[in-house]
């Protein structure tokens, strides 16, 4: 069984295995082959259409699935190998651990925002950005540089506690759970860490950018916390909804894939943070 764990908490093997892992699937084409997917959802939800990766109910598991699938390409590469999450409510600085030279490599430089150092600079010859919004070809950060600051402990307690999972109409404006979560609402959660790393991070090619994984790991981490916290309360919308994914319902790209399949994670990995069955 995988066990996902803190990314604040790997060993420098278990580093070294996850990027290496992850230079071997953008060697191999696999890597770019999720950048585009996401980039063509995301392009195409829209509030007042069909929307389903994003501003929709099924944010959640449908990033839970496109996670699944990913981690199941890493491990094809290295079995070992699981998606670590990162609290940004502890390792909330341009300092952390995490943006080392050994782990992701760190900000971009003032001039263009290009990540100079770590296994994803361009210089390295490693990490070609090709799927984007513009025509730079080496990744970009610019972290905590747009006055924004990562969200806080107290932030998240607040949104976990809202009992209502998504509400009408289902889009960027609802008021529940799922959307101030995703960060349309509120103090902007999902939308504000993208945002705080800038570059890549803050377009629709937002996997360009590895941290996107650890940071969506960590937003599925907390969709769990939400459940664990409301025993009682569902995913929204049951049945008969426009536009959007509802619990029984197919969800894109997959054939036969529905929100209810996705709403245990325990069926698929545990967090380090609980204790196995
Ligand atoms: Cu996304
Ligand atoms: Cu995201």
Known sequence: MTVRKNQAKLTPEEKRAFTGALLELKRNGTYDRFVRAHNTFLMTDSDFGDRVGHRAPSFLPWHRRFLLDFEAELQKVDPKVSLPYWDWTVDRTPASSLWAADFLGGSGRDRDGQVLDGPFAYAAGK???????????????????????????????????????????????????????????????????????????????????????????????????????????????????????????????????????????????????????
């Open 127 to 277: 990490w070609a950005v090709t799927v984007g919004v513009d025509k730079r070809p080496y990744l970009v950060r610019e972290l905590g540089a747009r006055g924004v600051q990562l969200p806080t402990k107290a932030e998240v307690n607040a949104v976990l506690a809202m009992p209502v999972y998504d509400a009408a109409p289902w889009n960027s404006s609802s008021d529940g759970f799922r959307n101030h979560l995703e960060g349309w609402r509120g103090a902007g959660l999902h939308n504000r860490v993208h945002v705080w790393i800038g570059g890549q991070m803050s377009s629709a090619a937002s996997p360009n950018d590895p941290v996107f994984w650890m940071h969506h790991a960590f937003i599925d981490m907390l969709w769990a916390e939400w459940q664990r916290r409301n025993p009682k309360s569902a995913y929204l919308p049951g049945a008969a909804t426009p536009n959007v994914v509802d619990l029984h319902r197919p969800m894109r790209p997959w054939n036969n894939v529905t929100p209810a399949d996705l709403l245990d994670h325990r069926k698929f990995y545990t967090f380090d943070t609980e204790s196995a069955r």
